[in-house]
């Protein structure tokens, strides 16, 4: 006998959820970037807004984990945090003085090349207690940083904080990038598509923010219905890799970017997901109740299809913002983030 989804509906129906305690995540201290990467959940950019979080917020954003997630692993990224050294020193020191087990700090290496200036900072970052610092390696990356500044970046973390301080995310890709010449950015347009879709898998790449519309795309591309099996509780509820940024949102550890599901004040609590209808839809009926009330509100399929459930996701949901503005769906946020989106489908 199949699998019936509306006699689960019935009985499963939720229109309040409680998260579980938090157990890994990051804190966003800005969306501001030196890249524009093509797989880039966040949409992290140069003209993100010059917001980055600040010293009395980031305090209680890590006694507030402290207190609902005591355990919970946190790593601190962006955007870009080097662009920003006194913000990143000051969320490191308040991360430890609170007692909050710090993994990695989060960069692409743009500062590589830039010994003077960045190496004062690795040494007051391992003075404070951070010991590890993960590099980006990747085509995306490459695009816009010369992989011999990632290298010389990685280097540089390798004296400070010792070889195993350096966490390469992900190392093959270095082999991959030597191929060409490492003094110069990669042309995206020269890359075979299929490398780009294996760099997808090796990055565990998850076709959401920026990442599905990318030009040479990152996985074979399917209708909509193709994704209809599958259900968003999972991620949703999931604590084991959230982000709360610098506005003090809080989204799902499923690396739901754009979503909203509350302020992180009430990761802890009872969500009333009644305020929150697209949330309500994903979480009760997945991808197939978005789909299916999008269609409602003239939202048209893609002929050339998508790279995934999460790809639809946010094509639905920027064409909700797009039509109905920031105002009607309070869980699509930061408004920024489908700004951004918009804005770079009409370049
Ligand atoms: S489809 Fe949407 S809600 Fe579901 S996991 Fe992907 S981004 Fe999150």
Not at 30 to 48: D, F, I, Q
Not at 102 to 116: A, M, R
Not at 210 to 224: E, H, N
Not at 261 to 276: H, P, Q, R, V
């Amino acid at each position: 006998m199949g699998f019936n989804i509306n006699l689960n509906n019935e009985f499963n129906y939720r229109e309040k959820i409680k998260l579980p305690e938090l157990s890994g995540g990051g804190i966003v201290l800005s969306y501001k970037c030196t890249n524009r990467c093509r797989h880039c959940l966040v949409a992290g950019s140069p003209e993100r807004e010059n917001k980055w979080l600040g010293r009395g917020e980031a305090e209680e954003i890590f006694k507030y984990i402290k207190r609902t997630g005591p355990g919970a692993e946190i790593h601190i990224g962006g955007g870009e945090p080097f662009l920003n050294t006194q913000c990143l020193i000051d969320a490191v020191e308040l991360a430890v003085a609170e007692g909050i087990k710090l993994s990695y700090v989060e960069t692409n290496g743009f500062w590589g090349n830039n010994f003077n200036k960045y190496e004062p900072v690795l040494k007051e970052l391992y003075k404070i207690g951070l010991r590890s610092v993960l590099i980006s390696v990747s085509p995306f990356h490459a695009e816009f940083i010369k992989p011999q500044i990632t290298i010389n970046a990685i280097k540089s973390v390798r004296n400070v904080f010792g070889f195993h301080g350096a966490f390469v995310w992900i190392p093959e890709f270095l082999n991959m990038l030597n191929k060409n010449d490492i003094t110069k950015t990669i042309d995206w347009n020269t890359i075979n598509p299929d490398i780009i879709k294996r760099a997808g898998d090796m990055y565990y790449l998850i076709p959401g923010g920026r990442c599905g519309y990318s030009k040479t795309p990152v996985a074979d591309k399917k209708p909509a219905a193709d994704f209809f099996i599958t259900s968003c509780e999972r991620e949703l509820l999931s604590t084991s890799h959230f982000h709360i940024d610098a506005y003090g949102n809080y989204m799902p550890g499923g690396l739901c970017g754009g979503i909203k599901m509350c302020s992180y004040k009430e990761a802890g609590t009872e969500i009333n997901l009644n305020d929150k209808p697209l949330i309500k839809l994903l979480f009760n009926e997945g991808i197939r109740g978005l789909f299916d009330y999008a269609q409602k509100m003239g939202y048209i399929e893609k002929s050339d299809g998508y790279c995934g459930k999460c790809h639809l996701c946010v094509d639905i949901r920027t064409f909700l913002f797009n039509k109905f503005g920031a105002e009607k769906y309070l869980e699509l946020a930061p408004a920024e983030f489908y700004e951004t989106l918009i804005k770079e489908s009409s370049l």
